[in-house]
T-cell receptor
Framework: DAKTTQPNSMESNEEEPVHLPCNHS???????IHWYRQLPSQGPEYVIH???SNVNNRMASLAIAEDRKSSTLILHRATLRDAAVYYC????????????FGQGTELSVKP | GAGVSQTPSNKVTEKGKYVELRCDPI?????LYWYRQSLGQGPEFLIY????????DSGLPNDRFFAVRPEGSVSTLKIQRTERGDSAVYLC?????????????FGEGSRLTVL
């Protein structure tokens, strides 16, 4: 399974944008980039995913580098509720199957 | 509710005992996954099912761990001769299909403590 690298932790101020980076230099052509987050004492929840083009949904935006070796999850206005561990995961679309979680980035949001 | 349901939410047992953890997936979801999570770590894959069959059980740590899904819906994770190192939160997730890009929906987990 292709691996991802994320910073262990990041801090943000409430109502400011947050850019969470992820490196995945060994990504293959059929790997989708998925982001999940895990709030304290809860199971992970899906945030967004993409292949090549940038993606937007109600929760966040995903910016994917042209060579696909890195991506950035963007929270446009952080709220206290966004404090969580964010996981960047590669998943082979045709094969599907398990998600392999790394350590993720622990985001703290200051009021 | 319509989400993934896991029972019990908390289980305390003694070393050497047998434990069963149950997962009720979202109705209609054919794929079901089990993970376990230790404090401060990301979820660790254990096994996943497509329908009734285990499609990948490569994450089960040893033969004390076993999971079934006899009717393609509810799944039970079984742990024999529990050890203190088995203490963790056990997470279950389901999705519409095994392949593709569909999202996984996770339950809130069953916290297992082995004394």
């Amino acid at each position: 399974d292709a691996k991802t690298t994320q910073p262990n932790s990041m801090e943000s101020n409430e109502e400011e944008p947050v850019h969470l980076p992820c490196n995945h230099s060994t990504i293959s052509g059929t790997d989708y980039i998925h982001w999940y987050r895990q709030l304290p004492s809860q199971g992970p929840e899906y945030v967004i995913h993409g292949l090549t083009s940038n993606v937007n949904n109600r929760m966040a935006s995903l910016a994917i580098a042209e060579d696909r070796k890195s991506s950035t999850l963007i929270l446009h206005r952080a709220t206290l509720r966004d404090a969580a561990v964010y996981y960047c995961i590669l998943r082979d679309a045709p094969q599907g199957g398990k998600l392999i979680f790394g350590q993720g980035t622990e985001l703290s949001v200051k009021p | 509710g319509a989400g993934v349901s896991q029972t019990p939410s908390n289980k305390v047992t003694e070393k050497g005992k047998y434990v069963e953890l149950r997962c009720d997936p979202i109705s209609g979801h054919t794929a079901l996954y089990w993970y376990r999570q230790s404090l401060g770590q990301g979820p660790e894959f254990l096994i996943y099912f497509q329908g009734t069959g285990a499609a990948d059980d490569s994450g089960l740590p040893n033969d004390r761990f076993f999971a079934v899904r006899p009717e393609g819906s509810v799944s039970t994770l079984k742990i024999q001769r529990t050890e203190r190192g088995d203490s963790a939160v056990y997470l279950c997730a389901s999705s519409l299909a095994l392949a593709g890009t569909g999202e996984l929906f996770f339950g809130e987990g069953s916290r297992l403590t082995v004394l």
